[in-house]
């Protein structure tokens, strides 16, 4: 049977440059069927209790929890919003806390972060990489891509260093698939 990855990019945005990064990531990947996911194709309301303790859980979001339990692997670009996820995300990501503390079901996950600005969505990524792991994540490795717009071209990382490193980060993943 060939493994299954999910990429997602952590993003509601139709142009989203996280979404790019984890599509291209995902597709180096060699002998794997990649699941390409859009927030945008989860109708999920905003988390909140009330909203929860009067509707139940949303059936989108039993649909998100399903795909991730039959995957093998996921390959997540998050997008940093003033420091942290984007509004879409951590709701979605708060919705499928809900039903299983084990959002990431222990599958090996490739973490990373690009944004257009010299930081390459640091802070949000450090976030991510110090709770995942708490939520079911095995991180085999993280990689921030900084100056999006720079440093990326439809064929892929431009900065030779970077590329490497990516590539690096690829094969342990693709490793512990
Ligand atoms: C509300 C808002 C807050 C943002 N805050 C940050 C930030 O804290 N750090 C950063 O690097 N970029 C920030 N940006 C720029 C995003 O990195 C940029 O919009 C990027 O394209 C988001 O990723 P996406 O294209 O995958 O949605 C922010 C953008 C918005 C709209």
Do not use: C
Request: charged share 20%; aromatic share 8%.
């Amino acid at each position: 049977m060939m493994k299954k990855v999910v990429a997602l990019g952590a993003s509601n945005s139709k142009k989203s440059i996280n979404k790019i990064l984890a599509s291209f990531t995902a597709n180096q990947l060699e002998g794997v069927e990649v699941l390409l996911l859009d927030l945008n194709d989860f109708d999920l309301p905003l988390y909140g209790i009330d909203f929860e303790n009067e509707n139940g859980i949303p059936e989108d979001a039993r649909r998100l929890n399903t795909i991730l339990e039959e995957t093998d692997g996921v390959v997540v670009s998050l997008a940093e919003h003033n420091g942290s996820y984007s509004a879409a995300f951590k709701s979605a990501y708060d919705w499928l806390s809900r039903i299983d503390k084990k959002v990431w079901k222990g599958n090996p996950m490739l973490l990373m972060a690009t944004s257009p600005g010299g930081r390459g969505g640091a802070t949000v990524l450090n976030a991510a990489m110090a709770t995942f792991p708490r939520m079911g994540a095995n991180v085999v490795a993280s990689f921030s891509l900084p100056s999006f717009g720079a440093n990326f071209s439809a064929d892929g990382i431009v900065n030779p260093e970077l590329r490497d490193d990516l590539n690096q980060k690829i094969k342990l993943f693709q490793e512990a698939l």
